[in-house]
Structures are given as structure tokens and as C-alpha cells.
């Protein structure tokens, strides 16, 4: 079942914000991931995938595994700057969360899960809200300061509303490695060794902080994929692999 177009956020100057909520059949209360959207924090939308993933596969994937799934749309960087997109997904999660009983999921068992933009935002709700429970961060950014090329300040200006290089205490804020706690959740981190938009390092830098604060990390290097996957040939097996993960972490049981 699809509750669709539920208004999440209302914030005074801004377009409502919006997610869809996929509810899998015949579960009693089960957990939820929401699903953050990627396009480099300028672009993307809640109802539509990367283009190398399979048409609507990470939402059919969790309900088939008994997960609900709410895809959440965030203000993008023509809209607002950061701390504007943490907020957003923030505000998703204490929305839902008040609304389990209504949609009949499981608020005390909730993950995050994104890719590239969204697995950083999906990295930055796991690292400073109690609530999720477990991360699933597919190519994302970690770690602004020890990002390539900085001198290509266009990357990150309209998001950040800065430069990194000149305001360096704002990169770090904006870095999930900056806010790992003591009690961070499960993460699962995957990466693409090919990516040359966002360097498997970042993942890896994450992996290091994350096993040095006692959390329990796994990281996954996808041989030969570029960002978003490309090159690689079992997408289906990627996403497969990371609902296994979140349902095992979840302790989802059918």
C-alpha cells in the first residue's frame, strides 16, 4: 500500500515538504527506513531512484522484506543552505514518529538509508538522532575537509552557502565524521573503488572513525563502480544485500 504525497513540513517562504510512505502487506507493525534521495544536494526528488537502479527498487525491495519505506523530499540548495537539509530530514523523522500509530509502523525500530547526498544526510540523522536505529550510506560524502579539489568552491558553495576552504569550522559541521557519538548505530557504508566524484575514501575515513568509537561498521568496496554505481552489474544485488542488512539490524522477523 502507498500513502503518497503526505505533507511532512510546512515551513513559513518554502514549498510544503513531502514524502510516500510504502506500507508492506499483511505485516503488523513493521519497521521503518526512510529512504533521502541523492542528486548533489541542487537536484533530485523523493519518487524517483538514480538512474542505474532498477524503476522504484528500493522501495519494492523493503515491503517485499516486510520494511515500511518513506521517501522524504528535502529542501535543495536553490532553496535553502545548509543546516536547512539536516533539518528537513530531521523533522521527517519526528513526523513520523508521531504518526506510527496512524500508519501502523514500528517508530522504535526506525533506519536511515541514502545515497551520495542522501547517504550523507542519511550519516548525519544516524550520528545526532537517537531515534535511528541503524544507517545504510551508499557513496556518500563524510568528510568535507579531505575532499579532492577543493579549489572547485562551485561543489559546494550553494549548499554549504560558503566556501570550505575559507570557513572551515562550517565544513566540519557539515561532516557526519565530525558527530560520531559513543553509541552510534549500525552503519553499513558502500562504495564504489571507481567513484571519482566522491573517492571511496570518505567511506573508508567513516569505516576508521566509526570502529575507533566501538560501533558496529561495515564497509562494502564495490569493485570497478564509478559514483552511483555505474559499471557495476548486479544493482539489484547491492540493494538486495543492503535490505538484508537493515532487516537484520532492525530484528525484523517473519
Given at each position: 500500500?502507498?500513502?503518497?504525497?503526505?505533507?511532512?513540513?510546512?515551513?513559513?517562504?518554502?514549498?510544503?515538504?513531502?514524502?510516500d510512505?510504502?506500507?508492506?502487506?499483511?505485516?503488523?507493525?513493521?519497521?521503518?527506513?526512510?529512504?533521502?534521495?541523492?542528486?548533489?544536494?541542487?537536484?533530485?526528488?523523493?519518487?524517483?531512484?538514480?538512474?542505474?537502479?532498477?524503476?522504484?527498487?528500493?522501495?519494492?525491495?523493503?515491503t517485499?522484506?516486510?520494511?515500511?519505506?518513506?521517501?522524504i523530499?528535502?529542501?535543495?540548495?536553490?532553496?535553502?543552505?545548509?543546516?536547512?537539509?539536516?533539518?528537513?530530514?530531521?523533522?521527517?523523522?519526528?513526523?513520523?514518529?508521531?504518526?506510527?500509530?496512524?500508519?501502523g509502523?514500528?517508530?522504535?525500530?526506525?533506519?536511515?538509508?541514502?545515497?551520495?547526498?542522501?547517504?550523507?544526510?542519511?550519516?548525519?540523522?544516524?550520528?545526532?538522532?537517537?531515534?535511528?536505529?541503524?544507517?545504510?550510506?551508499?557513496?556518500?560524502?563524510?568528510?568535507?575537509?579531505?575532499?579532492?579539489?577543493l579549489?572547485?568552491?562551485?561543489?559546494?558553495?550553494?549548499?554549504l552557502?560558503?566556501?570550505?576552504s575559507?570557513?572551515?569550522?562550517?565544513?566540519?559541521?557539515?561532516?557526519?565524521?565530525?558527530?560520531?557519538?559513543?553509541?552510534?548505530?549500525?552503519?553499513?557504508?558502500?562504495?564504489?573503488?571507481?567513484?571519482?566524484?566522491?573517492?571511496?575514501?570518505q567511506?573508508?575515513?567513516?569505516?576508521?572513525?566509526?570502529?575507533?568509537?566501538?560501533?558496529?561498521?561495515?564497509?562494502?568496496?564495490?569493485?570497478?563502480?564509478?559514483?552511483?554505481?555505474?559499471?557495476?552489474?548486479?544493482?539489484?544485488?547491492?540493494?538486495?544485500d543492503?535490505?538484508?542488512?537493515?532487516?537484520?539490524?532492525?530484528?525484523?522477523?517473519?
Amino acid at each position: 500500500m502507498i500513502r503518497d504525497q503526505v505533507t511532512y513540513s510546512v515551513i513559513r517562504g518554502f514549498r510544503p515538504l513531502l514524502l510516500d510512505l510504502y506500507l508492506p502487506d499483511g505485516v503488523d507493525r513493521p519497521p521503518l527506513v526512510v529512504w533521502i534521495h541523492g542528486g548533489s544536494f541542487h537536484s533530485g526528488d523523493r519518487r524517483w531512484l538514480h538512474r542505474t537502479f532498477p524503476r522504484g527498487s528500493v522501495f519494492t525491495t523493503l515491503t517485499e522484506a516486510g520494511i515500511a519505506c518513506a521517501s522524504i523530499d528535502y529542501r535543495l540548495s536553490g532553496e535553502a543552505t545548509w543546516p536547512a537539509q539536516g533539518e528537513d530530514v530531521a523533522a521527517a523523522i519526528a513526523f513520523l514518529r508521531t504518526h506510527a500509530d496512524e500508519y501502523g509502523f514500528d517508530p522504535d525500530r526506525l533506519a536511515t538509508w541514502g545515497d551520495s547526498a542522501g547517504g550523507h544526510l542519511a550519516l548525519m540523522a544516524g550520528m545526532t538522532n537517537a531515534h535511528v536505529k541503524a544507517v545504510v550510506a551508499w557513496y556518500p560524502i563524510t568528510d568535507i575537509a579531505t575532499m579532492p579539489d577543493l579549489g572547485n568552491e562551485d561543489f559546494y558553495s550553494p549548499w554549504l552557502g560558503c566556501w570550505p576552504s575559507t570557513t572551515p569550522e562550517r565544513a566540519a559541521q557539515a561532516s557526519p565524521i565530525t558527530h560520531v557519538p559513543p553509541d552510534a548505530p549500525p552503519c553499513l557504508l558502500v562504495h564504489g573503488d571507481a567513484d571519482t566524484l566522491v573517492p571511496a575514501t570518505q567511506s573508508q575515513r567513516m569505516h576508521a572513525k566509526l570502529t575507533e568509537a566501538g560501533a558496529d561498521s561495515t564497509l562494502r568496496i564495490v569493485p570497478g563502480a564509478e559514483h552511483g554505481f555505474e559499471g557495476h552489474s548486479d544493482m539489484s544485488g547491492l540493494i538486495t544485500d543492503s535490505v538484508a542488512y537493515l532487516a537484520a539490524r532492525l530484528g525484523l522477523t517473519r
